[in-house]
């Protein structure tokens, strides 16, 4: 695992103890994530057993995205703690320059620097 970068600017640098706050803060999105989806699936059974409805239509629907959403989070968590075993966390996955520790602070599974993810953005 890398323990930091070695970047001259501060932006950038991530010491021994950003990383271990930033992994703490993946583990604790990766157990929430769990839990929600978890109790999506919960609730998913308790409304199959009820009489359909235009209401619990609407439910189930709203369930669905929301399952969907989480688990794209739960991936996204997931691959992050992935690279910080790897080596590879705070890395670009296009330009490869350091991803800015502040938003890494923000989104610790942010895998686009600033630029790139506006880039991205710009591009849809």
Do not use: W
Not at 88 to 93: D, M, N, P, Q, S
């Amino acid at each position: 695992m890398v323990t930091h970068q070695i970047i001259g600017d501060r932006r950038t640098t991530l010491s021994i103890e950003d990383l271990a706050a930033l992994r703490e803060n993946l583990h604790e999105q990766r157990l929430f994530r769990q839990e929600q989806l978890q109790q999506l699936a919960a609730a998913a059974t308790n409304a199959t057993e009820a009489l359909p409805t235009r209401q619990t239509a609407s439910r189930i629907e709203v369930r669905v995205k929301l399952a969907a959403s989480a688990r794209m989070v739960l991936a996204d968590v997931e691959a992050a703690l992935q690279r910080m075993d790897e080596g590879r966390y705070g890395a670009c996955h296009l330009c490869r320059e350091p991803v800015d520790r502040e938003l890494l602070t923000i989104v610790p599974q942010a895998r686009y620097c600033g630029r790139c993810r506006r880039v991205r953005e710009a591009g849809r």
